[in-house]
């Protein structure tokens, strides 16, 4: 199953599969996140849990700058793969449906 889209601060972004992504400098790409269309763009020729890794990579850099931060391209990898790590080991953690008052 592929994810279709993921919402950042509010904002929808859709996932798109391509066959090929160039960054900037014409350099090959796992992923990328676009602002202006709301698109998070995946190579999709990745194993399921390397683009697992790419969403969240692309979502962290979606939060970055919603929020102004700016982080640097090693704090978005260190926390993407800190946070992955964590939904994965804590998935209770992140079931939010049994509580009491519910969260929406």
Known sequence: MR???VKILGIVYKILYH???KGDK???LNGRIDYDKAEILIKNDLES???LNVIYHEAVHGLSTAMGIDLSEKQVETISNGLL???RDNPELF???GLE????
């Open 85 to 87: 790590c964590l939904v």
């Open 19 to 21: 066959h090929e992504l």
């Open 95 to 97: 079931d939010l449906r």
């Open 26 to 28: 014409n350099e090959l």
């Open 3 to 5: 994810l279709e889209k």
């Open 49 to 51: 849990q390397n683009i």
């Open 101 to 104: 008052g519910g969260l929406k």
